[in-house]
């Protein structure tokens, strides 16, 4: 199969790269990385998470970064939204999209959110519906599908059944997540040729982490395969609490990089993005994971 023509990056790093940092970081540092990354050209950023401060306490301003965002035309920002109450709040805070997250493995989802695969299902559903009534569009996430750090390798099959239970309920893109980062190229490929048997390979992104250093590689298998859609985080920030070494997604710099290379449009500025990813790392005391970051911040 050819490569897309175009892909569009799902910038995660405000959520799901800074919802680990052991520190605090502040809801200025939050915004301002949120509208460095609409000026780099992202056009749909992840914002915020509504849930638990007992639970992500780094996440505990969700309200005040979805109500203190600079909106630019033609950006999305979206929250993630794992119950009806963190529903409520978000659509309270004119939130324009939300996602849900389940998984394919039966004991993460007990460490991740306290229920069974089957019970995580049944809790999206009033979730859907009220999105659904708000005129809200919900994206689905499926974790740890090509690997789980209780239970080992993660059937295709297994992947497959939880996507189209998602795409079934009413989600109009389903996430793929190699949650761990364990992932090679051919069983990506595999788990992608599963799952686009029940649900069309445009509403599929890839969600990989770089853990053992495969995430841009099996990118590449998947683009390969038709995939049009990536998540990424600036300068590769995040990482998993449930899963112990689990680094952050694969760097947004370092899949745009890969992306010019082979000629596919993100309508993203690299230079930029890089600045940015160079910014919030040092802001935030971390390393920048990003090896194009890296490199053009030498030059």
């Known amino acids: 199969m050819a490569f897309p023509k175009q892909v569009r990056l799902?910038?995660?790093?405000?959520?799901?790269?800074?919802?680990?940092?052991?520190?605090?970081?502040?809801?200025?540092?939050?915004?301002?990385?949120?509208?460095?990354?609409?000026?780099?050209?992202?056009t749909y950023i992840e914002a915020a998470s509504f849930v638990s401060p007992k639970w992500v306490p780094q996440m505990a301003?969700?309200?005040?970064?979805?109500?203190?965002?600079?909106?630019?035309?033609?950006?999305?920002?979206?929250?993630?939204?794992?119950?009806?109450?963190?529903l409520e709040a978000a659509l309270e805070c004119g939130v324009e999209e939300v996602a849900v997250f389940g998984a394919a493995s039966e004991a993460f989802s007990?460490?991740?959110?306290?229920?069974?695969?089957?019970?995580?299902?049944?809790?999206?559903?009033?979730?859907?519906?009220?999105?659904?009534?708000?005129?809200?569009?919900?994206?689905g996430y499926v974790s740890c599908v090509l690997g789980c750090p209780y239970e080992g390798e993660i059937a295709p099959a297994k992947v497959a059944e939880v996507s189209?239970?998602?795409?079934?309920?009413?989600?109009?893109?389903?996430?793929?997540?190699?949650?761990?980062?364990?992932?090679?190229?051919?069983?990506?490929k595999r788990m992608i040729e599963a799952v686009s048997r029940d649900i069309p390979m445009e509403m599929l992104a890839a969600h990989f982490h770089d853990t053992y250093g495969q995430a841009l590689a099996n990118?590449?298998?998947?683009?390969?395969?038709?995939?049009?859609?990536?998540?990424?985080?600036?300068?590769?920030l995040g990482g998993c609490p449930y899963a112990k070494g689990a680094?952050?997604?694969?760097?947004?710099?370092?899949v745009v990089?890969?992306?010019?290379?082979l000629g596919i449009e993100t309508g993203?500025?690299?230079?930029?993005?890089?600045?940015?990813?160079?910014?919030?790392?040092?802001?935030?005391?971390?390393?920048?994971r990003s090896k194009v970051g890296v490199a053009l911040a030498a030059k």
């Open 247 to 254: 680094s952050g997604n694969v760097a947004s710099e370092d």
């Open 110 to 139: 007990q460490k991740n959110i306290n229920c069974s695969v089957a019970e995580s299902l049944e809790r999206f559903a009033p979730v859907l519906e009220r999105a659904k009534a708000a005129n809200v569009r919900v994206r």
């Open 219 to 236: 990118l590449y298998a998947v683009l390969e395969e038709g995939i049009s859609v990536v998540d990424s985080s600036v300068a590769g």
């Open 164 to 188: 189209k239970a998602l795409y079934d309920m009413g989600c109009y893109e389903v996430s793929l997540g190699d949650t761990i980062g364990t992932g090679t190229p051919l069983a990506a």
């Open 10 to 42: 799902v910038e995660v790093g405000p959520r799901d790269g800074l919802q680990n940092e052991a520190n605090p970081i502040d809801t200025a540092t939050k915004l301002e990385l949120i509208d460095r990354l609409g000026a780099a050209g992202l």
């Open 61 to 86: 301003d969700h309200r005040e970064v979805m109500t203190g965002l600079t909106r630019r035309q033609g950006v999305t920002y979206a929250a993630l939204t794992p119950n009806l109450k963190g």
């Open 268 to 288: 993203i500025d690299l230079d930029k993005l890089a600045a940015t990813g160079t910014w919030i790392t040092q802001t935030i005391g971390r390393p920048n």
């Open 257 to 261: 990089y890969l992306l010019n290379g």
